[in-house]
């Protein structure tokens, strides 16, 4: 009867331990990300070490709505995976890519609004010597469309993929 009575006790511990722990896990998950979530990544016991951001590990940077009016420019980061023209269409649209780039980064153009022969992209030559694998100037980029483009380090080039 007592060993009945302690192992009906154990089990009712492992239980409430189990319960306990599942409910504290769930008050930490963090389902919102904005990529800038950084740790140090090193190769090895006193190597070299860089910081690595989430949005590098999973390839899935945040989106940036873009907007204004006539000639508009915009210089793009590591931080951002899509840059989205949202409004009326300005008179011209210059994209810079990112540089330095990391191996195998994409970043897509869209827009919610027709831009017709309005969108040049660019490579910067400071301080990777970046180029593009096939120029990009004065191209139309329509509703529910998008283009983008994707960095190879291994060539320092902007491949286009759609």
Do not use: H
């Amino acid at each position: 009867m007592v060993k009945t009575v302690l192992r009906v006790g154990a089990i009712v511990v492992a239980i409430a331990l189990a319960i306990g722990t599942w409910v504290y896990a769930q008050g930490v998950v963090q389902n919102e990300i904005s990529g800038n979530e950084c740790w140090n990544a090193g190769q090895g016991p006193g190597g070299p070490s860089n910081f690595l951001c989430i949005n590098q590990v999973r390839n899935g940077q945040a989106i940036s709505l873009i907007s204004g009016s006539g000639a508009a420019t915009t210089a793009a980061t590591q931080q951002q995976g899509t840059l989205m023209w949202t409004g009326a269409a300005p008179t011209t649209w210059a994209v810079t890519l990112p540089n330095p780039a990391y191996d195998g980064e994409v970043l897509c153009l869209g827009t919610d609004t027709t831009l017709t022969t309005l969108v040049t992209v660019t490579a910067l030559t400071t301080p990777e010597n970046q180029t593009l694998a096939a120029a990009f100037s004065a191209q139309t980029i329509s509703v529910g469309t998008s283009t983008c483009f994707q960095f190879t380090n291994a060539t320092l080039k902007w491949f286009k993929l759609r």
